[in-house]
Nanobody, 124 residues
Framework: QVQLVESGGGLVQAGGSLRLSCAAS????????MGWFRQAPGKDREFAAA????????YYADSVKGRFTISRDNAKNTVYLQMNSLTPEDPAVYYCAATVAAGTPRREHNYDYWGQGTQVTVSS
């Protein structure tokens, strides 16, 4: 069992940056592959980024590639999502997710544990 708590969301102007954090507690954090998903109002939740347990592999949705960077610090039990050049298409609730199972990192069903989400708002 692992508990995930996201933080770092807020209001930012278009073109600005935010860094989201996801703190994990419970079982060994370094055993988990981690992902970030987002859900805008009226839309399905979608994949944003993922990182393997070692940090050696990262994955991005085309919509965020080149602007967002996922990273992790296993010593701090934390995964990050650095978001740069934010646009009016990026506002959503951003969720952190964890899995110990190897699988498709872009698929929601691959993940066993989810945080409560943090809101990101972008003003134009």
């Amino acid at each position: 069992q692992v508990q995930l708590v996201e933080s770092g969301g807020g209001l930012v102007q278009a073109g600005g940056s935010l860094r989201l954090s996801c703190a994990a507690s419970g079982r060994t954090f370094s055993s988990y592959d981690m992902g970030w998903f987002r859900q805008a109002p009226g839309k399905d939740r979608e994949f944003a980024a993922a990182i393997s347990w070692s940090g050696g592999s990262t994955y991005y949705a085309d919509s965020v590639k080149g602007r967002f960077t996922i990273s992790r610090d296993n010593a701090k039990n934390t995964v990050y999502l650095q978001m740069n050049s934010l646009t009016p298409e990026d506002p959503a609730v951003y969720y952190c997710a964890a899995t110990v199972a190897a699988g498709t990192p872009r698929r929601e069903h691959n993940y066993d544990y989810w945080g409560q989400g943090t809101q990101v708002t972008v003003s134009s």
